[in-house]
């Protein structure tokens, strides 16, 4: 059997994109593995895979796609009147008020306007692996900018915030919520915080394949370890942060780190999607029209601080409607760096989700907009 065999089904109408992600397939060679499923208005129309050691049910580590799933907690409990958007977080949390921080909101937060996005001297890769540890360590931070005068992406930090105010205010994690309430009743193969029994489905994140010339190039024009970028993705700690070793950490995947721990399959991510939009496995949407409305609002628009023009974030979630301009104005969902994509547009019908478990070079994966390109045009035509 050729690595390059795609594997799975798809509903009539939907071969084109069978063919794309054969596509897909076909020009990694059959060496990354991966997963595709999409749902159109809550019926899953989409489930394919390919790849070395890949299968439907295969488990890989998501990075910060797992922002999307914690975020559906928080809007889930802003729904249910639990949290406010724009109460500060020290109201929850008071020490977190300290060295400048007793006006951020939880709004600030999650749309990445706080300034909070490391710490001075880095967090250790053993203390990225547990939200508590983080929340403890940002409560005394500084913040890097003044909140709210611009936004920056805090790619491994902005969800134990979100964590701590939570846990204050239920007496929960973020990951028990979203287990108890999230990806039980709704059957999700989405996990933020991996049982011992589910390890054998693991498959490891590989790193991405380049010459000693490439990276030595690649590696000369990334800005230095203290500067903003080099903050927010962890390059301050010492050693700076192995982006593929954190996934492949245990510790990550059994404790969920709720902004990039998150252990699952493109089922999972599109059922996340569209439990949240539409309802799946017979259980109700996960959100009214308003709180989708609410979430999926632009927010931080323009240059990232941290990621220079790569932004554009709703509430939470990135704003995908920007990200691919066929989609509606309100699509919303969340990329990971190893190559996850995940979003539903509300006006489409469309629940997406992608994995992949070799990070592409640069962190560049154009696979994401043919496929999306042709989920889109299978599911509108």
Known sequence: MSRMDVHGTVADGFEQVREAFAAVVAEQDGQVGTQLTAYAHGRRVVDLWAGDEVSGDTLTGVYSSTKGAATLVAAVLVQEGVLDLDEPVARHWPEFAAAGKDGITLRDVLTHRSGVIGVDGGLSA????????????????????????????????????????????????????????????????????????????????????????????????????????????????????????????????????????????????????????????????????????????????????????????ALGFQAKGLRYPFLSANAFGHDGSAGSEAFADPVSGIAFGYTRRRFGFGWSYPEHDLLATAVHGAITS
């Open 126 to 313: 053993a203390e990225l692996s547990d939200d508590v540890v983080i929340a403890r360590r940002l409560a005394a931070q500084r913040p890097y900018w003044r909140p709210g005068s611009s936004y920056g992406y805090g790619g491994f930090v902005t969800f134990a915030m979100v964590n701590e105010v939570i846990r204050r205010a239920t007496g929960q994690s973020l990951q028990q919520v979203y287990d108890e309430r999230i990806r039980t009743p709704y059957g999700l193969d989405l996990y933020l915080g991996l049982p011992e029994a589910e390890e054998g489905r693991f498959r490891p994140i590989e790193g991405w394949t380049a010459t000693p010339e490439q990276e030595a190039a690649f590696w000369a024009k990334v800005p230095g370890p203290h500067s903003i970028l080099g903050i927010g993705y962890g390059l301050n700690s010492t050693p700076p942060l192995d982006q593929v070793a954190f996934a492949n950490t245990r510790a990550v995947r059994a404790n969920g780190q709720a902004s990039a721990g998150g252990v699952g399959s493109a089922r999972g991510l599109a059922g996340l999607y569209a439990a949240a939009v539409w309802g799946v496995n017979g259980q109700p949407p996960l959100l009214k029209p308003d709180t989708v409305g609410e979430f999926a609002q632009l927010h931080s628009v323009g240059a990232d601080l941290v990621r220079g023009d790569q932004g554009n974030y």
